[in-house]
């Protein structure tokens, strides 16, 4: 992607779906009209331009993120195959058309607000010729004494996050994928959750996870998205880190706490999501007003350990998935960052330490992947790795 | 129920839901506006009338089924504690109001199309006074040859099927309704499935399930749904009996067909699903038909040999509802009927013995349950049962 410009990333394709999930996902309230125009279903996605659809781009209703494994004799040649063929399948299923071959064409459908987000985990980086091609903070994420991960949701060669308005388009096209993948790669784990991006009004809203509590409102917007997300490092430039962790809650627990130890832990108020300092949602967390000679948000408050000011200005974009099936109940947590070594992992260290709503949460999956730049017409994603 | 008249079927709760139930879920092409009105999104329900909502009411994107056992102790007398417990939480649960003493009221939103429909499986006939109050023709399921049920999904004395627009909501309710029953019952079997019930021109639609076939367009409508349906058998006057069954389908196999051979099976065009003796959608299949002297809706086709004129009329409400995650992919198949012994019963011995799609289908699960009608304000669910 050498000739992504500045230009580029508020070009016709991936400029008005970057505009567009930035508006929808931080959850403003906002008039009908733009509401609309920023939907967070119905809509049909680019799968060209700067960045891929998926990381920026409202959060639809269902999805599934699915790691696969690369076969011991792929090498970086036979990757670069791989890309191709999911590089044309999804250029087809966003776009609302069957992949070349398919059977069932009937269940491909545009808006449906369809994306099919690509990762790469650490292994692919040490294919022969792209060892040196690392992206500068890649890395695993070492362990945190609160983890209690399980192979059935870590790790990875590869990811799929499929993401879209419905559970059957999104099973249709991981079926599709995961079937053309078979010469290369094999399924490691799946993962599916949901999110209710939309408020009581109809209007685009942060959502809320299975505390209750409304989640993401700190996401970082405007130009301190693009300096916290977009990577500027070589052939990852439009690119991006994603860091992808299970987190099994404790509900039962939760469910026996009374509201205001609830609210002390994550320091905001569950009915609003404002600050326990006062505001509406979107009011700055104010950490140093006092009640009775303690802070009103608490020094381990889940708001006060996450927040910028507390972690030398680190952020990240999350993008979550609320899950409750036969495994349990939980979150699954994305965190997309140009640099997992300086964003999530001292974020996540300290956290780790002190974070309250950690006697309710488990981490048992974890996952990293270098998400390449969006693809050019005729290209394939991950070109500027592969070529 | 016994003050439930014709007249009741139309008031205002129950009779404004019926009648969306039959315009969304039959599929038919409406204008703009009437689509809108019938709505399978953002609706809100009434817990009150003569029937419970979630049977023709249209089926929104998510669900979760979950079958619970009752307690060795738990006798008419706890069954009717446990019922009025639910019936209370489902009246503040579909009118948009967390539960009495929900630590979660944030959680509880109205206009998300939740309902809460609760069945009696078999057992519940076995207690003490209840014995000689088994609904007419409520029985098992007698084994099929291509039967592989499996305990995981099968059987159940009390039956949840939790509908709403997202699966945050469905979370929360069911974890508030197993919660409410742990005194007397615990949970046996959950199962989570979806709905696309909107075509592409953001219309209701009938649906597709993971074969790529239109699914449920032969379900009857008027009276004949009303014949069909709701059972005029004493204290279940105004309830219905529903049969689930879990069908695990071999899309491997299935996606192996050419276009021709799955259109074979089914009798029905998979663009359009309609008859492969031409027309749209709600054109009446034509078994008449000749090419070649061969039957164009063959012989063992699924629609010819699921149509009421190969029944003796019998037929049935569907509503079924797509599952695809790590147990597998396929339908789960719900139907409701006023008496599953001579409805599904002699229907599913046909298709057991002939049906095409045999091949690439197999029951894994397999429960009925009674559902008892809607219940009166300030009463509460199969009151006219066990009260």
């Not at 331009?49 to 090498?75: C, F, N, S």
Request: net charge negative; with cysteine.
């Amino acid at each position: 992607m050498a000739d992504v410009s500045r230009r580029g990333l508020f070009g016709a394709g991936a400029g008005a779906v970057a505009g567009v999930g930035l508006a929808a996902s931080v959850g403003l309230a906002r008039p009908s009209a733009q509401a609309e125009a920023a939907g967070v279903s119905g809509q049909t996605y680019s799968p060209f331009g700067a960045h891929q659809a998926g990381v920026t781009t409202p959060t639809p209703a269902a999805a599934r993120l699915m790691a696969l494994d690369l076969r011991a004799e792929v090498d970086r040649a036979a990757l670069g195959r791989l890309m191709r063929v999911w590089s044309t399948d999804i250029a087809a299923l966003m776009a609302g058309r069957p992949a070349a071959g398919d059977t069932l064409p009937d269940m491909a459908l545009g808006g449906v607000s369809l994306s099919v987000l690509v990762g790469l985990g650490p292994r692919v980086f040490e294919l022969d010729g792209l060892r040196q091609r690392t992206p500068v903070g890649f890395q695993e994420i070492p362990a945190m004494r609160h983890d209690r991960l399980t192979d059935a949701y870590s790790g990875g060669d590869l990811l799929l996050w499929i993401s879209a308005d419905d559970f059957t388009t999104v099973a249709y096209a991981a079926r599709r994928l995961v079937h053309d993948a078979a010469p290369w790669a094999d399924l490691r784990w799946s993962q599916q959750g949901s999110w209710r991006g939309i408020g009581k009004d109809g209007q685009p809203a942060t959502g809320r996870n299975l505390f209750g509590q409304v989640d993401g409102t700190g996401n970082p917007r405007g130009e301190a998205l693009d300096r916290a997300v977009w990577s500027e490092d070589g052939w990852l430039t439009g690119g991006t880190q994603l860091v992808v962790r299970r987190i099994e809650m404790d509900l039962d627990e939760w469910d026996r706490l009374i509201r205001h130890e609830q609210e002390r832990a994550i320091g905001r108020d569950l009915a609003t999501g404002a600050p326990l300092t006062g505001g509406d949602e979107q009011t700055p967390l104010d950490f140093a007003v006092l009640r009775d000679g303690e802070p009103v948000i608490a020094d381990n408050a889940h708001s006060r350990l996450a927040h910028p000011d507390h972690n030398r200005g680190r952020t990240m974009y999350r993008r979550g998935l609320n899950y409750a099936d036969d495994t349990g109940s939980g979150l699954i947590f994305c965190a997309f960052q140009s640099d997992i070594s300086k964003q999530f992992i001292p974020v996540q260290r300290v956290l780790d330490d002190f974070d309250a709503l950690n006697e309710w949460t488990t981490a048992v999956g974890s996952a990293v992947f270098v998400i390449p730049p969006g693809m050019r017409e005729g290209g394939y994603l991950a070109q500027g790795l592969l070529e």
